[in-house]
Structure formats: structure tokens, C-alpha cells
């Protein structure tokens, strides 16, 4: 089974997504995340720095992804690993990115209760004012959380 | 307790590693392996009480991992991956696994999932 995602599975699977993603920042020992706003896009455009994209197959086909600044992404992989930010090395973080990146999928595998969910090896990006697109045909939720005083992005394309 | 993790990816040795400590295992010595080629290798010249490993790594991905290295030992080997289904999981265990930790993984599924191997 694969194809697009029918419309009453669309809510339920963004919804396990973005509580995975507080999970995981949670668990993780990210104290402050919090749910600032959510947007509906007609195209998958990943905006920021620090930027982790997934593809997802299987019983639902859909992209996944990741955007903050360069100085969150970094204190973010610090935190998940527990080591402290000058002890990273740049590869670190494209590897953290990615890792969180299937990490938050794999979240929200478990909790949309949706079986055959397949997610591909995660991409990630670090660099200056990046603007990564993926052409898709489905709508995108740009859903925008405050960590500290900076701001995350969750791209959900289903 | 000797521990193996093999995984490809070095934040997620470190994730593995801090998760195990914080979930306050009595651990002498861990050992990392970036693909199951180079876990197979460490195998061969060192003796290890726990095997952690991922599934999808480039190289030699976990589940060929596991079959090798059932060809010469019997230490307990727990999967740590995404890949969840089923069907997945029942061929890595009738592959010789024994185990299965999904991701996100908190200290205390791991002492849950693990806490036979330190008893
Ligand atoms: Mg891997």
C-alpha cells in the first residue's frame, strides 16, 4: 500500500509528529519548547541553517523536516549527546541533524499507529540562509516552535 | 560489562553510550563500531558482554551484522533502530537477535529492555 495520504489520516499522523518532536526535545533535556504557530504551504521549502529532511514510504508517503539556526542545531546535538558545543565537530552536527531528524520519525511511527510505516535515511544541511526544496504535490504544515529565544521549524508533507 | 555499540553514526553512539549510563548500568567498558564490518572486527580480537546495534548502516548493515556474527558467538545482540515493524523485527530475532530497542528510547526502556543482560 502506498499513494497519497487520505485526508482523515492526514491530522492524526502531524499531530504524532509534533508530539514526537516535544518528546524527543523533552527527553532529550531540552527545557524549553514550546508550540508557536502552524502554517499550511503549497510547497516543501526548508528555510534556516541547520536543516534535516527525511523521506517517508511505506503505508504513507511524505517528507519530514527539520529547520533552526546554526546556534540551535549545534546546542541542540550538545544536549541529545551530552557533550558541550566546543567539543563538537562540524560533521557532529550534520550527523545529530539527521539523527534527530529520525529520531522525531520514528516518534511519530510509533505513536500514529499507522503500520508499514517506512522512513528513508535522513539528509541534513548546515550552512548560511539555506532554501532546500523538494518537489511534492501535497500541501506542507510549517509548524514553528520556540526553543529559548530562537525558533524551530517542523515541515510535514503528507 | 563490556558493551559494543554498532552504528554509523557517531551522535548516535553518544546518545546510546549517555543512555546507557543514565540508566545506571554497571558499565567497565564500551566499545564503538562505525558499520558491522568494523563490529565483526572488533569481535575478532575482543571478548564483549552486550552487542547494541543499529540496522541500517553502509558497508555491512545491521541485520547481515548479526547473522555473521552468529557464525562464531552467542553474546546477546539488541537491535537499536526506527525500523519497528514486525516483520522486521521477527526476521532480525530468527536471525539470531535477541532483542529490540526502538528510537527514541528513554533511560528506562533501556532498563527495561536491558536490565537482564546486568543481572
Ligand atoms: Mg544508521
Avoid at chain 1, 3 to 31: C, I, N, R
Avoid at chain 1, 56 to 67: E, K, M, N, R
Avoid at chain 1, 95 to 121: C, F, R, V, Y
Wanted: glycine share 10%; with cysteine; net charge negative.
Amino acid at each position: 500500500m502506498s499513494g497519497p495520504v487520505p485526508p482523515e489520516q492526514q491530522e492524526p499522523l502531524a499531530e504524532a509528529l509534533k508530539t514526537s518532536l516535544l518528546d524527543v526535545l523533552e527527553t532529550m533535556a531540552w527545557s524549553a519548547v514550546k508550540l508557536s504557530r502552524e502554517e499550511q504551504h503549497s510547497n516543501f521549502m526548508v528555510r534556516g541553517e541547520a536543516c534535516g529532511v527525511m523521506r517517508v514510504h511505506g503505508a504513507v508517503t511524505g517528507l519530514i523536516g527539520l529547520a533552526t539556526s546554526q546556534y540551535t542545531g549545534k546546542e541542540l546535538v550538545s544536549r541529545i549527546v551530552g557533550l558541550s558545543t566546543d567539543m563538537l565537530q562540524p560533521e557532529d552536527i550534520t550527523d545529530g541533524l539527521a539523527e534527530l531528524a529520525n529520531l522525531i520519525g520514528g516518534g511519530m511511527k510509533a505513536k500514529a499507529g499507522i503500520s508499514g510505516i517506512h522512513l528513508d535515511p535522513p539528509m541534513a544541511m548546515v550552512g548560511q540562509g539555506i532554501l532546500a526544496e523538494w518537489k511534492t504535490e501535497a500541501m506542507t504544515r510549517v509548524i514553528t516552535f520556540e526553543v529559548g529565544r530562537d525558533q524551530l521549524r517542523l515541515y510535514a508533507n503528507f | 560489562m563490556r558493551i559494543l555499540i554498532v552504528d554509523d553514526s557517531s551522535v548516535m553512539r553518544k546518545i546510546v553510550t549517555r543512555g546507557l549510563r543514565q540508566a545506571g548500568f554497571a558499565i567497565d567498558e564500551i566499545l564503538e563500531a562505525g558499520d558491522g564490518q568494523q563490529g565483526l572486527e572488533v569481535l575478532s580480537n575482543q571478548t564483549v558482554d552486550l552487542i547494541l546495534s543499529d540496522w541500517n548502516m553502509p558497508n555491512m548493515d545491521g541485520l547481515t551484522f548479526v547473522r555473521e556474527a552468529r557464525k562464531t558467538i552467542q553474546t546477546p545482540i539488541v537491535m537499536v533502530t526506527t525500523e519497528g515493524g514486525e516483520g522486521k523485527v521477527n526476521e532480525a530475532i530468527a536471525s539470531g537477535a535477541n532483542g529490540h530497542i526502538k528510537k527514541p528510547f528513554t533511560p528506562d526502556t533501556l532498563k527495561d529492555t536491558l536490565g537482564k543482560y546486568f543481572a
